[in-house]
C-alpha cells in the first residue's frame, strides 16, 4: 500500500514545503483580524496551502486566534488545513479514486460554508473572547522580549518578509527552506503513516466483512446513509490516528461497507480525535471544547451525507467495491517509475535541506525537537528555555512532551540542528559592524559570510541567502543601503 503512494507523498510534501517557506505566519496573522465573508476565504485558502498535520493546524489556529484573528476564522483554517491540501487528495485518489478526492474538496467547501452559518449560534461573543482572554492570560511568553525569546528581531524577521515572492523563488536559500519544510512534515508524520498505514492493512486483511456488518447497517436507504455518515466521525475520535494518516483507514472502510458518505465524514473528522479534543480543553476551556466537538460532527456528518446525494444525482458514487485496497506482490509499472523518478526529487530535496546553512536558509527558522516539524522563531507557537538554550516547538503538546523530559529529545542535539539560525543570530558584533543590506541585520564585517562590490562599495551579508537575493536587484539595495545611511 505505501509503494502505491509513495510518489504522491513526496509530491504533496514537497508542495507543501514551498508554499509553506513562501507564505509566513505573520502574513496569516494580518489576513485573518476582521470577521466577514472575505476573511473566511482568505482563512480557507491559507489553511489549503499550509502544513496537512492536525497538530499543527490547531497549533496554528490558536496562535491566530491568540493574536486577534476572528474565531471562526481560526476554525475554518483548521478545516481547510486539515481536508482540502494536495498530498491528501492525490492519496486518496490513488487508494480509493478520483471520486474521493473529488468529495472531499466539494465537501470541504460545503463544510466550512455549514460552519460558518452555524458558529454565530455555537459561539457567542461573549464565550468567544473568555476563551480568547483565557489564551492570553496564560500566553505570557508572549509577553515577554521578542529578540530575546526567539533569537531575532521583530525588524530582521519583518526584513525577511519583505523580500518579494520573485525574488526569494529564485536563491538557494528559499529553496533549502523549502526544503527543509518537507523534510519537517515528513518527520512529523511519520507516526500517523506508519500507524495509518499497518492499521489499514491488518483491517483489510484480518477483520472479516461480517464485523463491519454489525457496525455500519445496510440496506435501508436514507437511515442507512444518515447512520453511516454519523458513526464515521465516531471511529475517527476513539481511532486517534488524524491527518493524512487517516486515509489507509478509509480505504479499509469503504472496503468493509461503510457507505461513500461514511467515508468521507470520517476523513472529515481528523479534527475531533480524542488527543484533539484534550488540547481543545486546555487552550479554550471545556464549554468552547466541548461546542467544537459538537459543532465539527455536525457539519462533518452533514458534509459527508450532502455529499453521497450529490454525487449520487450525478452518477458519481462508485458502484463496485475493491477486493483489495492495493497490490499484495511487487510489479514494475508506471508506479514505479513514478516512484523512482519521485526519489530522485526526494533526494535532490534532502540535499538541499542538509546543507541550508551554505546555501544561506534557516533566517528565523529552528526544528522543533519533539516532533522534528519547522517552525518560524518569530512566531512559534510555544517555546521553553533549558540549559540556557531556547527551545521553539509547533504546539503545546510538543512543549509539554519536551519539558516532562528534556533529556529524552537530546537539547544539545537540537541546538547543533539550529546552528543557522544561531548563526544568524550574531547581534553583538566583536568588531567593526556591518548592516546587511537585504535583511537589515548588524553583522561583523569582518566574520561576514559574504561579500559584493558594487559602483567601489563593499557590501557584507549575514548569509549567501541574502548575496544572492541582493545579486537579482543589486541597484535597489544598494539605493536602500544608501539611503538608510544618511
Excluded at 530582521?156 to 518537507?182: K, M
Amino acid at each position: 500500500m505505501f509503494w502505491e503512494t509513495l510518489w504522491a507523498l513526496v509530491l504533496g510534501f514537497g508542495l507543501s514545503g514551498v508554499v509553506q517557506a513562501f507564505v509566513t505566519r505573520g502574513q496569516m496573522e494580518r489576513a485573518l483580524g476582521r470577521p466577514g465573508v472575505g476573511t473566511l476565504g482568505r482563512a480557507t485558502f491559507l489553511g489549503m496551502v499550509s502544513s496537512s498535520c492536525s497538530y499543527a493546524a490547531t497549533a496554528m489556529a490558536k496562535s491566530l486566534f491568540q493574536k486577534g484573528a476572528d474565531f471562526t476564522a481560526a476554525m475554518v483554517f483548521m478545516i481547510a488545513s486539515t481536508n482540502l491540501v494536495v498530498e491528501l487528495g492525490i492519496v486518496l485518489a490513488l487508494l480509493l479514486g478520483w471520486q474521493f478526492t473529488a468529495s472531499e474538496f466539494v465537501g470541504g467547501f460545503l463544510m466550512i460554508a455549514m460552519f460558518a452559518v452555524i458558529a454565530r449560534f455555537f459561539f457567542p461573543s461573549a464565550l468567544v473572547e473568555a476563551a480568547r482572554t483565557r489564551l492570553q492570560a496564560g500566553g505570557d511568553a508572549d509577553a515577554h522580549d521578542h529578540q530575546a525569546m526567539s533569537g531575532i528581531s521583530l525588524e530582521e524577521q519583518e526584513a525577511a518578509e519583505r523580500v518579494p515572492f520573485a525574488r526569494r523563488v529564485r536563491t538557494l536559500a528559499g529553496w533549502s527552506d523549502a526544503a527543509s519544510y518537507t523534510m519537517a512534515d515528513i518527520t512529523m508524520l511519520r507516526r500517523e503513516m506508519v500507524i495509518g498505514f499497518g492499521v489499514a492493512g491488518f483491517l483489510a486483511v484480518l477483520v472479516p466483512t461480517a464485523v463491519w456488518a454489525h457496525i455500519f447497517i445496510s440496506g435501508n436507504g436514507f437511515w442507512t446513509s444518515l447512520e453511516n455518515a454519523v458513526v464515521g466521525p465516531l471511529i475517527a475520535i476513539i481511532s486517534f490516528v488524524c491527518s493524512i494518516g487517516n486515509v489507509p483507514l478509509a480505504a479499509a472502510l469503504w472496503k468493509g461497507g461503510i457507505s461513500f458518505g461514511g467515508v468521507v465524514a470520517f476523513i472529515f473528522a481528523d479534527l475531533i480525535t480524542f488527543p484533539l479534543l484534550v488540547i481543545y480543553r486546555k487552550y479554550f476551556g471545556r464549554k468552547v471544547m466541548l461546542r467544537i466537538l459538537i459543532s465539527f460532527w455536525i457539519v462533518m456528518s452533514l458534509g459527508g451525507l450532502a455529499v453521497e446525494y450529490l454525487f449520487s444525482v450525478v452518477g458519481l458514487v462508485p458502484t463496485s467495491r475493491p477486493t483489495e485496497i492495493a497490490p499484495t506482490s511487487f510489479a514494475f509499472n508506471y508506479t514505479s517509475v513514478l516512484n523512482v523518478i519521485f526519489l530522485v526529487i526526494f533526494g535532490g530535496l534532502y540535499y538541499l535541506h542538509r546543507n541550508k546553512a551554505r546555501f544561506g536558509g534557516g533566517l528565523g527558522y529552528a526544528i522543533d525537537p519533539v516532533c522534528g516539524m519547522q517552525v518560524e522563531t518569530a512566531s512559534a507557537p510555544a517555546r521553553t528555555t533549558h540549559g540556557g538554550v531556547t527551545e521553539h516547538f509547533c504546539s503545546d503538546h510538543c512543549r509539554e512532551k519536551f519539558e516532562r523530559r528534556p533529556e529524552r529529545f537530546g537539547a544539545a542535539a537540537v541546538l547543533a540542528a539550529n546552528a543557522t539560525a544561531i548563526a544568524h543570530q550574531a547581534d553583538e558584533p566583536a568588531g567593526v559592524t556591518a548592516v546587511d543590506p537585504v535583511c537589515g541585520m548588524t553583522i561583523d564585517s569582518s566574520t561576514a559570510a559574504a561579500q559584493r562590490t558594487r559602483d567601489g562599495r563593499l557590501y557584507h551579508f549575514c548569509g549567501t541567502g541574502c548575496a544572492e537575493v541582493f545579486d537579482v536587484d543589486p541597484s535597489g539595495y544598494a539605493a536602500a543601503s544608501h539611503a538608510g545611511h544618511h
